[in-house]
């Protein structure tokens, strides 16, 4: 049997993204307390994704938005990485407030804020491992906010499209 790499691209994208999900979930976390949340979605889930960017990119005036939304047509799927919100009561101030009982409740912790910085750290030093072109997006990551893709009450998301192709997508984007 041959398999052709152009038609097994599809699947080796999806099985990187899904060693990119362990390598985010075991990522350290701040505290030791695992808030981070992470999905794959690919198909017509990525296609939502991909309009929801250009209807926000064109709210906010951000052609970026409407770029990346290009970005993400043209990857095999997208990993996303949030977090929910969980006050680590370390009183820490890096939230910008002096105590957690001092911050306002829309405020998101700073602890969970690295939390998901190191996740999407793993998450990306995993996909170049394999060899396989990956930007860390705040564009998709609101517009799979707003859509709820990680559930209810998850916020601080971002995402990671998976690229596997002769030319980068992620480059020359004007």
């Known amino acids: 049997m041959i398999y052709?790499?152009?038609?097994?691209?599809?699947?080796?994208?999806?099985?990187?993204?899904?060693?990119?999900?362990?390598?985010?979930?075991?990522?350290?976390k701040g505290k030791g307390v695992d808030v981070v949340e992470c999905a794959?979605?690919?198909?017509?889930?990525?296609?939502?994704?991909?309009?929801?960017?250009?209807?926000?990119?064109?709210e906010r005036g951000h052609q970026f938005f409407l770029r990346d939304a290009g970005c993400v047509r043209r990857s095999q799927c997208v990993v996303l990485v949030g977090t929910r919100t969980k006050m680590q009561g370390l009183n820490c101030g890096y939230c910008g407030?002096?105590?957690?009982?001092?911050?306002?409740?829309?405020?998101?912790?700073?602890?969970?804020?690295?939390?998901v910085g190191i996740a999407l750290g793993s998450a990306v030093s995993r996909a170049q491992l394999y060899g396989v072109d990956t930007r860390?997006?705040?564009?998709?990551?609101?517009?799979?906010?707003r859509l709820g893709l990680l559930g209810e009450?998850?916020?601080?998301?971002?995402?990671?499209?998976?690229?596997?192709?002769?030319?980068?997508?992620?480059?020359?984007?004007?």
Do not use: H, W
């Open 40 to 58: 794959v979605v690919d198909g017509d889930t990525m296609e939502e994704l991909a309009c929801a960017m250009e209807a926000i990119g064109k």
């Open 97 to 115: 407030f002096p105590t957690c009982g001092q911050k306002p409740a829309e405020a998101p912790c700073e602890i969970n804020a690295v939390d």
């Open 4 to 28: 052709d790499e152009r038609a097994i691209r599809e699947a080796q994208a999806l099985d990187i993204a899904q060693k990119m999900l362990v390598a985010a979930r075991t990522a350290p």
């Open 136 to 145: 860390i997006m705040f564009s998709a990551g609101t517009a799979a906010a």
């Open 153 to 174: 009450g998850v916020g601080q998301v971002y995402a990671i499209p998976v690229s596997i192709s002769s030319k980068s997508p992620f480059f020359d984007r004007g």
